[in-house]
């Protein structure tokens, strides 16, 4: 029953954070300071990383196929696959040891 709540509460939020802002581009702040990505630790067997989002904004697009948000995060790329959603892609380049 707790997941239950805990899945309707989350679904009111989202709800009530992109309900007044469809249908024009918007700034959605969700902390202060920048988006960063940074890798904290590394060694032999393990890579960890921290990425920190904290703002976002999204628009709608129109095309022949209907009309799609698009959302858009500061220092993030998209997805170039042909056919693939255009959703925003932060791409590092690590080596692997092996």
């Given at each position: 029953m707790k997941i239950f709540y805990n899945a309707l509460l989350i679904t009111a939020i989202i709800v009530l954070i992109f309900l007044p802002f469809s249908g024009k581009a918007q700034k959605i702040k969700l902390s202060d300071g920048n988006n960063a990505f940074n890798i904290t630790q590394t060694?032999?067997?393990?890579?960890?990383?921290?990425?920190?989002?904290?703002?976002?904004?999204?628009?709608?697009?129109?095309?022949?196929?209907?009309?799609?948000?698009?959302?858009?995060?500061?220092?993030?790329?998209?997805s170039t696959e042909l056919g693939a959603p255009m959703l925003p892609v932060l791409k590092s380049l690590i080596e692997v040891p092996y």
């Open positions: 060694d032999d067997q393990s890579l960890h990383f921290h990425n920190k989002l904290s703002s976002f904004s999204n628009h709608e697009i129109t095309t022949k196929s209907g009309l799609f948000t698009q959302l858009n995060l500061q220092g993030y790329n998209y």
